[in-house]
């Protein structure tokens, strides 16, 4: 049975539908918002936003997260900025261009409406952030500094040194603790959700596992919001934090919540490269730095060659012997190509031979010229914390020598399917941030991740979840004792007990790794139809060797990271999956998503508009069957798809 | 308000603060007081008799013994509940944290010390000067090698130039000085610190300062017993006979 | 490059723990220190022990997740850093490394090298927040604000909330944690409106669980992963002082 998809996108004109969906739609009474109970999933911009709204307006609220507190989520690691269409350094930047941008960076394949209201939104969040307390960066005359981002020819990013995500969450926590002492909101650090709860169709609650005891818990609420983040450490190596994981969203999925576009993974360009294989890590160097830094690789593959058994050093080789690939290849945007340009022009280069380190997978990020342009101190200011981070990894003075950088696993566009409401194909169950699929399209602009956490957590999903919840004021407090609850504890506890009894011979770690190189080989930053079959099969297999050879030690009830790695292991082994089959079935090059068989002449994304304008939504039909896909149509009513153009 | 000074953690530090200031400015008029006597021994006993048993300086000792017990006291108060803060489990290594002073790490060890070498020099001077006038009397007589000497209890020049010919008072007090010295590169800036008149701009100079002082306290009262034990014969022979003028 | 590690082990918070002592081998100097805790880790898996349970996440340095009390320092010997920023080039071939958790009445240990840092987070929600509903403020260039505030508001701003400041201080005091947040939003007019409400509210908050009081030794600072000024403590002493005195 394939979804009925409503995607519920308002009529009339782009720049009035969320003022008039807002009008629209129902909204819940005081005295009856005490009465409703909703359960958050994950701390991140998106849950502690959300929680934190929503308890300020009266509803219960119970959330949930697996770190030890909310603060640690791992929105926590975004460097760059947020971006708004504030237009304070009077560049015309307007709302118009902001979603443009978006809409355009994410090669055409989100939905209009949604962008438009992420763009306008966008400027609420800063001010909302400032009037938290958030110590953004000021110019002289006391007013918010910005910085440029990749695919933007305007500067419209906001930033707190380098930390910008981190100061945004303690903003967001911030929010999230006076609601805990003030009551409406109850936090369960250490709980991992195991389980989505449904009952006649609707989200009704879920089964959490206390980390701490081991202790199995049943929560129940009239909604249920998912905001774990995304799934990028089913490539083992990524940007992700070591525990984010995509495990939430796919029980959801499991439960019948459609997933989209999984494919739709991003690459981002300025990561340290892979040093060797007992790395379990990889760090990212904020995208800001191609502000100032240039990126090259030799010319001459005899430079190439001496760089890689070290007889000359970078700074030996000449100006004209250089080859700043992006300046070459995009005049117009240069360093600052979206993300996605930028990873694959790096692989495209490091593939013809041009890799300067060992390995062959590493390219230069140069700030040669901008320490002589600006001076060493004004760079120093700028990223001395990012330039310090480099030197203690990979011992190398990046003042001196350039930087060494290399594409990698950052972040998921994809994930569970929402309506304009956020809602997924679940009635009573929604989906904000990363882990659903609904702004980015094929590829996420530097500093729109924060943008799109806080904006449907502060300013969508409080207004929208009213409109459900409206139907439920006269529904008494979820009951967890139905069979509905005893069926999904009892589920979770045997595929735990089953993990354990498996007494196998590899950890989790030795076939997630394994898992990690087949995704990165075959679903990687370039895909062709023959690798994504091999990927399909060889996960199939190594999914079949984890039900049957994997060892976790420890108990079930207590304190037992194995046992958390397992399960989450136990769904990327099918996620894994539901990726390379999206890959596949999309015989396009678009954003993210880069199949080798569609590029033009010049190894550009070549997009299908005819056939593939369309987000892919996928239903669950059980571990070992494939599962069934429904399309929902992209109408561009007011911008037209034309051919990604950076060069001019 | 009375509460938070006993309840609460910052409350408590403003008191060691308080206190702690009080005690600083006592010991350097204790010094300047202690320095008359290398130029005139006459003039250091006019200071002794003006501080005898009247009620200016009766009040005065009350306050300064409040002062110290205060101090002391909240010391022993505030380390009992850092210890039970710091838990059962204590650390196997433990190193001495990069820019950290050992003084600071050490302010009870150096405050017994103190409080020790106070008692010794309760003994050696304040029992048998302002204690004698407390309780009435208006003549001393120690044993001074080995034969009873009447001395007058304003005759402090006398008592000093006696404790100080003996080599071991010096080591003594010297040693008690160095704890000193140390107590306070910690006490005096920290004193700013506890207050909040303190930023990064200021923490070298407060810290100079800090110096500064314990340094100048040390070399103020070393002075005295150093010259003290070298004429210590001199100002015995000139101030054996010396009575109070009427 | 080899190691001897001297763990601590505790199975849960009642039971009594003990350090027990692992080798590595076979560790290239570019490995992270808690990549060599990986490394170990899946050895004893393979042994069929169990692993030594430690708190981590980004292993970028700043979710404040890592702990670790490593040869005698909170987040190992290197300044400025966190524990997984370490790499093992820092430490000597052979080495001994002793491993230990936070040591603190106020964050007991949950298992190994894990302990529970809730009471960082009951102190936030004491009053480390503005008071601001979602949607109802200014335009965020309403209020001017000086560059060297925001600068200043922005160093403060920069903790981590690792626990590291309490662990390393030999009075078990949360301070300078304490500190970093009244003080971010002392420096900020939005923070300035409840400032004086905030940091009574904190340090009672911080003195009822029985975190210990500060004497300004300044070890919190040197150990800080993000090198947080005791300024700050002057300040919520200033702050708090001042707040009490109106009263």
Redesign the interface.
């Known amino acids: 049975m394939a979804f009925k998809l409503d995607s519920k996108i308002p009529a009339g004109e782009l720049a009035q539908k969320w003022s008039n969906h807002k009008a629209a739609i129902k909204v819940v009474s005081p005295a009856n918002k005490r009465k409703l109970d909703i359960i958050v999933i994950g701390t991140g911009l998106g849950g502690a936003?959300a929680a934190?709204?929503l308890g300020?307006l009266g509803y219960n609220v119970k959330i949930f997260c697996i770190?030890?507190?909310?603060?640690?989520a791992?929105s926590?690691?975004a460097q760059g900025g947020i971006n708004a269409a504030?237009n304070?350094q009077n560049d015309n930047d307007s709302v118009y261009r902001l979603f443009y941008d978006t809409i355009k960076g994410g090669d055409y394949r989100a939905r209009e409406a949604n962008v438009y209201r992420l763009a306008e939104v966008s400027n609420?969040i800063?001010?909302?952030?400032?009037?938290?307390?958030v110590?953004?960066?000021?110019?002289?005359?006391?007013?918010?500094a910005n910085r440029s981002f990749g695919g933007a020819q305007v500067s419209r990013t906001f930033y707190?040194?380098g930390?910008t995500?981190?100061?945004l969450l303690?903003g967001a926590?911030?929010?999230l603790?006076?609601e805990?002492?003030a009551g409406s909101v109850k936090?369960y650090?250490r709980h991992e959700m195991l389980d989505i709860v449904i009952e006649d169709g609707e989200a009704r609650g879920i089964i959490a596992r206390n980390l701490?005891t081991g202790e199995i818990e049943r929560h129940g609420a009239h909604a249920v919001v998912i905001a774990s983040g995304g799934y990028g450490n089913v490539f083992f190596l990524s940007t992700n934090?070591?525990?984010s994981n995509g495990s939430a969203a796919f029980q959801c999925y499991r439960k019948g919540a459609g997933f989209a576009n999984p494919c739709f993974t991003q690459i981002h360009p300025t990561c340290i490269p892979v040093?060797?294989t007992?790395?379990?890590?990889l760090?990212?160097m904020s995208e800001s730095l191609r502000n100032d830094g240039r990126i090259w690789v030799p010319k001459k593959k005899e430079d190439v060659e001496k760089l890689r058994k070290g007889t000359i050093k970078p700074s030996d080789i000449k100006e004209e012997d250089r080859d700043y690939y992006l300046e070459r290849r995009y005049p117009a945007f240069g360093n600052l190509v979206p993300r996605d340009v930028a990873s694959r022009a790096a692989k495209e280069r490091c593939d013809a031979g041009f890799g300067v380190n060992e390995t062959g997978l590493a390219v230069f990020l140069d700030f040669k010229t901008a320490i002589e342009r600006l001076g060493k101190d004004v760079i120093k200011q700028r990223y001395g914390n990012l330039f310090d981070?480099y030197e203690?990894?990979t011992?190398t003075n990046p003042y001196e020598q350039p930087m060494q950088i290399f594409p990698a696993v950052h972040y998921t566009m994809g994930g569970i399917w929402v309506d304009y409401n956020l809602m997924t194909t679940i009635p009573g169950l929604y989906a904000i941030g990363e882990a659903n699929f609904s702004d980015h399209g094929a590829n996420r602009l530097g500093a729109s991740a924060l943008m799109q956490g806080l904006a449907d957590g502060?300013?969508v999903l409080?207004y929208t979840i009213g409109d459900y919840l409206s139907h439920k004021i006269q529904a008494p407090k979820v009951k967890t004792d139905t069979p509905a609850f005893d069926e999904a504890e009892k589920a979770v506890k045997e595929k735990i007990a089953k993990l354990f009894a498996i007494k196998g011979?590899q950890?989790v770690?030795?076939i997630h790794k394994r898992l990690g190189h087949i995704m990165w080989e075959n679903v990687g930053m370039a895909r062709t139809k023959e690798s994504l079959e091999r990927a399909i099969k060889e996960i199939q297999a190594l999914r079949k060797e984890f039900w049957a050879d994997v060892?976790v030690?420890?108990t079930a009830d207590?304190?037992n990271?194995?046992l958390e790695k397992a399960l989450r292991l136990a769904d990327f082994l099918e996620l894994g999956e539901l990726m390379a089959r999206d890959a596949l079935m999309r015989e396009e090059s678009c954003g993210g998503h880069f199949r080798s068989e569609h590029q033009t002449e010049e190894g550009e994304a070549k997009r299908d508009d005819e056939n593939f304008v369309y987000a892919a939504v996928w239903e669950y039909k059980g571990m070992d069957n494939e599962p069934e896909l429904t399309k929902e149509p992209l109408n561009f009513e007011f911008v037209h798809p034309a051919q990604r153009n950076y060069k001019d | 308000m009375s509460c938070f000074l006993t309840n609460s953690s910052l409350g408590k530090k403003l008191v060691m603060s308080v206190t702690g200031c009080f005690l600083v400015l006592f010991i350097l008029f204790h010094m300047s007081m202690n320095i008359t006597l290398l130029f005139s021994p006459e003039a250091y006993n006019m200071v002794c008799e003006f501080l005898g048993a009247n009620w200016y300086a009766l009040v005065g000792t009350v306050i300064l013994v409040a002062g110290i017990a205060i101090h002391f006291i909240y010391a022993l108060m505030l380390t009992v509940d850092n210890y039970r803060a710091r838990g059962k489990q204590r650390y196997a290594v433990t190193v001495k944290e990069k820019g950290v002073e050992w003084a600071s790490k050490n302010m009870l060890l150096l405050g017994w010390i103190i409080i020790g070498g106070l008692a010794l020099h309760l003994i050696h001077f304040w029992s048998k000067m302002q204690l004698v006038e407390i309780m009435g009397s208006h003549y001393f007589t120690p044993e001074i090698d080995g034969t009873a000497t009447v001395i007058n209890p304003a005759n402090g020049a006398l008592l000093v130039a006696y404790t100080f010919s003996k080599w071991y008072n010096v080591l003594i007090y010297i040693l008690w000085l160095a704890a000193l010295w140390f107590h306070l590169t910690h006490g005096v800036w920290s004193m700013f610190q506890s207050v909040g008149w303190a930023n990064d701009t200021w923490y070298p100079r407060l810290k100079c300062i800090a110096k500064i002082v314990a340094t100048l306290v040390l070399l103020g009262f070393a002075v005295v017993l150093i010259l003290m034990y070298l004429n210590s014969g001199d100002i015995i022979a000139q101030m054996s006979h010396w009575v109070p003028e009427a | 490059m080899n190691f001897t590690l001297k763990i601590w082990r505790q199975k849960d918070a009642k039971s009594h723990g003990a350090f027990e002592t692992y080798k590595v081998s076979d560790i290239s100097p570019d490995t992270s220190f808690l990549e060599m805790m990986d490394i170990l880790n899946n050895n004893l898996i393979h042994e069929g022990k169990e692993p030594v349970a430690f708190d981590h996440d980004c292993r970028e340095g700043i979710c404040g997740m890592c702990s670790l009390h490593i040869n005698g320092h909170a987040h190992g010997p290197e300044q400025a850093v966190t524990t997984c920023q370490i790499y093992m080039r820092k430490f000597r071939d052979g080495q001994t490394i002793v491993i230990e958790p936070w040591r603190s009445a106020a964050f007991p240990v949950i298992k190994d090298l894990v302990v529970d840092r809730g009471a960082y987070d009951k102190i936030l929600q004491a009053g480390g927040f503005v008071s601001v509903r979602t949607n109802s403020v200014p335009d965020g260039n309403a209020i001017p604000i000086p560059k060297k505030d925001a600068d200043e508001s922005m160093d403060a701003a920069a903790c981590v909330g690792c626990g590291a400041c309490a662990a390393t201080c030999k009075n078990g005091s949360a301070m300078l944690f304490v500190a970093a947040r009244v003080s971010s939003l002392a420096k900020l007019p939005q923070g300035r409106v409840e400032g004086a409400r905030r940091a009574k509210a904190m340090v009672a908050k911080m003195d009822e669980l029985g975190f210990g009081n500060c004497t300004n030794t300044g070890a919190c600072q040197a150990e800080c992963p993000k090198s947080i000024s005791i300024a700050h403590i002057a300040r919520l002493n200033r702050e708090f002082l001042s707040a009490k005195f109106e009263d």
Do not use: W
């Open positions: 936003s934190a709204s300020e770190q030890d507190s909310p603060r640690r791992h926590i690691a504030k304070y609420l800063i001010d909302q952030c400032v009037a938290q307390g110590p953004f960066a000021r110019e002289y005359g006391g007013l918010l707190a040194r930390q995500g981190q100061q303690l926590y911030a929010a603790n006076k805990i002492a936090s650090p701490v934090a070591m525990a040093h060797g007992q790395q379990s890590k760090t990212l981070m203690e990894i011992d502060y300013f409080p011979k950890s770690d030795d060892k030690v420890g207590s304190f990271v194995e």
